[in-house]
């Protein structure tokens, strides 16, 4: 795994930063954070979703970690 600043990671387990995914069911969408979360144990995987399905925005508990529209940020189980 390689990793850049304030560690976020550039690919995880074969996942790319940028990569277009298809998750089971929450559709499509591309990875956009990589890394350590907040109140999380692991790497996590930030996604924004294609169209809304989604959760959050990028931002968690006040904390930034991705650009994403409403609702459609998503931490997908890894």
Partial sequence: ?????????K???GINLG??????????????????????R???IGIELTARG?????TVKGKFYFK???KTGLWPLV
């Fill in 68 to 70: 994403a529209k409403p």
């Fill in 19 to 40: 990569e277009k995914v298809q998750l089971s069911r929450a559709g499509q969408g591309v990875v956009k954070y990589i890394g350590k979360v907040a109140n999380a």
């Fill in 42 to 44: 692991g790497i996590m």
């Fill in 11 to 13: 690919s995880y387990r």
């Fill in 54 to 58: 989604g959760n959050h925005n990028g």
């Fill in 1 to 9: 795994a390689s990793v850049k600043d304030e560690g976020v990671m």
